[in-house]
């Protein structure tokens, strides 16, 4: 179903997920990235439902890409959900959040970023140009996913966008930094992947024995610091 929003060009669509999960799609994706307007408000709605998980028989509340998933504890449940959500929505706003600020130290090109001199040429820069690019910024991040401590970075310069590779490899090292559309990211452990691999950090992004388990939350800002030369 799609159900109006408080902005007339903007629908919230609302589908049912299995049996007891639905799924709110709050902004269309372009080029693989919602508005960040957007995405500062479903920040909000998480932190506003996530105190609430006990009361509302949540199960799983899980931040997307312009678009959130609720898991409840019983079916009867989802019509009281989705009315609480499509009521809540329309009351939020895209003011800027408090958010942490994380370093991360990376070493560019060479064996630690096989892709950049491809990524480079593509894009029509020098590989100085390419790291200046890519460091100086502050990142987003959107939601985490994929794997957990892959934390999806918004904000990546308009002239590194590029589309994933053709053939994904078979397997990433972790601390892998890599670009694909229109943002960046960190691969935290090994696995399988099709984005574009520049650089490589030893900073660990997700630490099951600590508290948070990932390094990076959502709504945290992000920037790379380049050291000297490949390992």
């Not at 308009?158 to 078979?170: A, F, Y």
Request: aromatic share 8%; proline share 8%; net charge negative.
């Amino acid at each position: 179903m799609s159900i109006p929003a408080s902005d007339p060009q903007q629908d919230v669509r609302v589908s049912l997920v299995g049996e007891d999960a639905l799924l709110f799609v709050f902004s269309p994706i372009t080029e693989s990235e919602a508005p960040l307007e957007v995405q500062r408000r479903i920040w909000q709605l998480y932190e506003w439902l996530d105190p609430q998980r006990d009361a509302l028989g949540l199960l799983e509340i899980v931040p997307g890409m312009g678009n959130l998933l609720l898991r409840a504890s019983q079916k009867t449940l989802l019509n009281t959900l989705q009315d609480l959500v499509l009521t809540r929505w329309p009351q939020l706003n895209a003011t800027e959040t408090e958010g942490r600020t994380i370093e991360i130290p990376v070493y560019y090109g060479g064996s630690d970023g096989p892709d950049i001199e491809y990524v480079a040429e593509q894009c029509g820069i020098s590989i100085p140009a390419l790291i200046d690019a890519h460091s100086n910024r502050s990142y987003r991040v959107y939601c985490l996913g994929f794997q957990p401590g892959f934390a999806y970075l918004g904000g990546l310069d308009k002239r590194l966008v590029l589309p994933r590779r053709e053939t994904p490899r078979l397997a990433i090292a972790p601390g892998s930094v890599a670009i694909a559309g229109k943002q960046t990211a960190i691969y935290p452990s090994e696995s399988p992947g099709g984005w574009h691999i520049i650089g490589h950090t030893e900073v660990s992004l997700f630490t099951p024995s600590k508290s948070p388990i990932t390094l990076l939350q959502i709504g945290d800002s992000v920037r790379f610091v380049p050291i000297g030369g490949t390992k």
